[in-house]
């Protein structure tokens, strides 16, 4: 069994403990592909791999998509449900695990890795991270941006990302989609789903107004004080691009 075997092993197993996502998908990209440096001029607060980890050679990124039941529960109107609450909470979770079992393996086979945490990592100011997941698969082609700022995989975009920086050489080629490659409204100007289901319209053909989306967040959090911290919404998530790509 190869490395990267290894590495996709672990993934499988510690995602299949997790009840509320299907089968994770991932990829890699080396650390000095161009797209890492188009994402750093396009947001110049935004980390490059070798910013995170000094010598860095790889980045591996994947996916948990929630399953059917977790996306449906989230297509009422209004607050978030519970189900997409504790999906959320419980999938941060998995992803911490992951990111500690790949790199307790890279460092076994004589490589140094690093990753950041599934969310909260940002500026509760600005709301921007310095190292975004979603980028990060998105570099490692797992998928293209909708116009609801997420990133549609095979598997949709309801779930939560996870990545990997590391030292280790990848000598693949990785195919990175055109920026809005499978989104329909883009696509065919079709579909607005997104737009037409934010709870409190920071979501528009315009832009993503990231303050009010966090206000929604943050109430949905303040309903449910008996789960852990879980300032998440999830509206724009469950639409014809929630759980397969269009």
Same mark, same amino acid.
């Given at each position: ?7 996709? *092993? ?17 990829? #890699?990209? *080396? ?14 607060? !935004?980390?490059?791999?070798d910013e995170m980890l000094l010598g860095a050679r790889s ?20 607050i978030s449900s519970k189900l997409w609450c504790e999906a959320y909470i419980a999938t941060n979770q998995n992803i ?38 979603? !980028? ?5 082609? &797992?998928?293209?941006?909708? &116009? !609801? ?18 030292? &280790?050489? #990848? ?21 607005? #789903? ?17 303050? *009010? ?34």
């Open positions: 069994m190869t490395l990267d075997d290894k590495l996709q *092993r672990i993934l499988h197993d510690e995602a299949v403990r997790n009840a509320y996502v299907r089968e994770p998908i991932c990829g #890699w990209n *080396r650390a000095d592909h161009p797209v890492f440096a188009g994402i750093k001029q396009a947001h110049p607060f !935004h980390r490059t791999p980045v591996f990124a994947f996916f948990l998509p929630f399953t059917v039941e977790v996306v449906r529960s989230n297509r009422t109107p209004g911490r695990k992951i990111s500690e079992s790949l790199i307790t393996l890279l460092n076994a086979e004589g490589f140094r890795a690093i990753a950041e945490p599934a969310t909260h990592n940002f500026c509760e100011e600005t709301l921007v991270a310095v190292w975004s997941h979603k !980028h990060m698969a998105y570099a490692c082609g &797992l998928g293209s941006f909708g &116009l !609801h700022h997420m990133l549609i995989t095979s598997e949709g975009c309801a779930g939560r990302f996870g990545s990997i920086v590391t030292d &280790l050489t #990848w000598d693949g080629d990785t195919q990175v989609a055109e920026l809005y490659a499978d989104c329909l409204y883009f696509k065919k100007g079709v579909c607005q #789903w997104c737009v037409d289901h934010c709870v409190n319209q920071a979501l528009t053909r315009e832009g993503l107004d990231k303050h *009010r989306c966090y206000e929604q967040c943050k109430e949905n959090d303040r309903n449910f004080p008996q789960l852990e911290v879980c300032d998440v919404c999830g509206k724009c998530a469950v639409g014809p691009c929630g759980v397969k790509r269009p």
